[in-house]
């Protein structure tokens, strides 16, 4: 027996169309109504067209910090996801790597561990 299952994003835009206010739900989320975020990036495979693609949005008030973080975490996200996908630990270290790199670059590693403490 099969499940369906329902994820819904609301996106509230200015007057130039530009996000204020992004909100998700979802059916299988372990929570009831909508939670609030500052940005919403999804990837989507096409099969017909080999390709990916996007849905890159972030509200005014992101800060560059916090996406500064936010990208480290998806990097380190996807190298996790790429490892469970694949099982090439090889590939997966370079992601983790160049993660790392990213982090260094920025000073992040840092600033994560600060926040972590308090």
């Known amino acids: ?3 369906n299952s329902k ?3 609301s996106i509230e835009l200015d007057e ?3 996000p204020e206010k992004i909100e998700w ?3 299988d989320a372990g929570f009831d109504g909508k939670k609030s975020c500052s940005t919403l990036m999804i990837s989507l ?3 017909e067209g080999k ?3 996007g849905i890159d949005l972030w509200t005014k008030e992101m800060l560059v910090d916090d996406m500064n ?3 480290y975490q998806i ?3 996807m190298a996790d996801t790429y490892l469970r996908a694949t099982q090439n630990n090889e590939v997966s270290k370079m992601i983790e790597d160049f993660a790392l790199q990213f982090a260094g670059k920025l000073k992040l590693l840092k600033k994560i561990d600060k926040e972590s403490i308090s």
Do not use: C, G, P, R
Request: proline share 0%.
């Open 1 to 3: 027996m099969s499940k």
């Open 7 to 9: 994820i819904n994003f």
């Open 16 to 18: 130039n169309k530009m």
């Open 25 to 27: 739900e979802a059916t």
């Open 45 to 47: 495979w096409d099969n």
């Open 51 to 53: 390709s990916t693609l």
């Open 69 to 71: 973080i936010h990208f």
């Open 75 to 77: 990097v380190t996200k």
